[in-house]
Each structure stands twice: as C-alpha cells, then as structure tokens.
Nanobody, 115 residues
Framework: QVQLVESGGGLVQAGGSLRLSCAVSGNIFSFNAVGWYRQAPGKQRELVAR???????NYADSVKGRFAISRDNAKNTVYLQMNSLKPEDTAVYYC?????????WGQGTQVTVSS
C-alpha cells in the first residue's frame, strides 16, 4: 500500500516562505513522477509542480520563479520550497505520485497566505 504523507503547511504572511514535504512509502524511483497539486475553495485541483524520475521538472506558470520542487532520494521525500508567497497561493496542497497504472494522493496540507 503506497502512502504519501505531507507536512509543512501553515499560515504565513504575503512575501513569506514555506517548505512542504511529502514522504513517500517505498522507492521513490518506482514512480514516473511525484508532484504537488493544490485546490483552493470553489476551484478545481491544479498542478503546481512535479518532478519526473529523470529529474526533469515542470511548474505551473503562476509559480515559476517562486517555487522549487526537489527530491531527496535517500529519504524518499519530495519537497516544495515556496517563496514570495501570495494570498492567491492559499489552498490545500496535495502530494501526488504517478505509477505506471495508478495515481496516489496524500491527505493534503493547508497553506494560508495572509495579506
């Protein structure tokens, strides 16, 4: 059973930073990609950033230059460093792992950015 456990969310003022962590059970290289999605109230879940098994990354246009995704292979953990946070970044952030057949989701962590 694959488990993704997120941590690091919280309340921060605009312009501040947070780092989210996603601990993945099992070998992180067994997944084609691990990434972060977010869902704000009344909106659809959207991709924020993801990292592929070959270390290629991609980002939503809204976070380019502010967020950075990285991976610690030894810890089977993926991080999302979020800088210059804006109130519109407020959402529940979900970790996602994509295997050959299945998609796995974490329980989500709330990020709230106050103006």
């Amino acid at each position: 059973q694959v488990q993704l456990v997120e941590s690091g969310g919280g309340l921060v003022q605009a312009g501040g930073s947070l780092r989210l962590s996603c601990a993945v059970s099992g070998n992180i290289f067994s997944f084609n990609a691990v990434g972060w999605y977010r869902q704000a109230p009344g909106k659809q879940r959207e991709l924020v950033a993801r990292i592929f098994s070959g270390s290629v990354t991609n980002y939503a246009d809204s976070v380019k230059g502010r967020f950075a995704i990285s991976r610690d292979n030894a810890k089977n953990t993926v991080y999302l460093q979020m800088n210059s946070l804006k109130p519109e970044d407020t959402a529940v952030y979900y970790c996602n792992a994509r295997g050959n057949v299945n998609l796995y989701w974490g329980q989500g962590t709330q990020v709230t950015v106050s103006s």
